[in-house]
């Protein structure tokens, strides 16, 4: 294993324990820089929100934007829809998955603006947003 990669595992290993996972203290951040979130966090972009309905069970937002700009992570994979089509543009989307409890420390995309950078964590095949990442990705600027 090269050094990068036993620092990137601990960085992943430690980015619970800094922005506060227990439930206990679910969504107390920790102060650390955007760039440590952005080396952790292994899908980041700027993206404008497409999107946003809940899942079956109302508990969680299930949130599609169109990718602006890629930072880290994101498949080169292209989704056409008809009108990117017509207009021969076509875009690349990315569906983030969101918790709204407060013990699931998630990030309501809909009470926000609809352009801001994302970064989300893997959760088997879904991508996870959480409120501390978006946070301190975010400047700290707004917080649902």
């Not at 992570?73 to 989704?79: K, N, Q």
């Not at 013990?103 to 959760?123: I, K, N």
Request: glycine share 8%.
């Amino acid at each position: 294993m090269s050094g990068m990669q036993r620092m990137r595992r601990a960085i992943l290993a430690g980015i619970p324990l800094l922005l506060g996972a227990t439930e206990a203290v679910a969504c107390t951040c920790a102060n650390i820089s955007r760039d440590q979130v952005i080396a952790a966090t292994p899908v980041v972009f700027d993206g404008e929100i497409l999107r946003i309905e809940m899942d079956a069970i109302r508990q969680r937002q299930v949130t599609t934007f169109r990718v602006r700009e890629a930072i880290k992570g994101v498949p080169p994979r292209v989704v056409l829809r008809l009108e990117t089509v017509l207009k021969r543009m076509p875009q690349r989307t990315i569906t983030i998955i969101s918790g709204l409890g407060e013990a699931a420390c998630g990030w309501d995309f809909s009470a926000g603006p609809a352009r801001l950078t994302v970064g989300a964590e893997r959760d088997g095949p879904n991508l996870v947003a959480t409120r501390c990442t978006m946070a301190i990705l975010n400047g700290r600027r707004w917080i649902p």
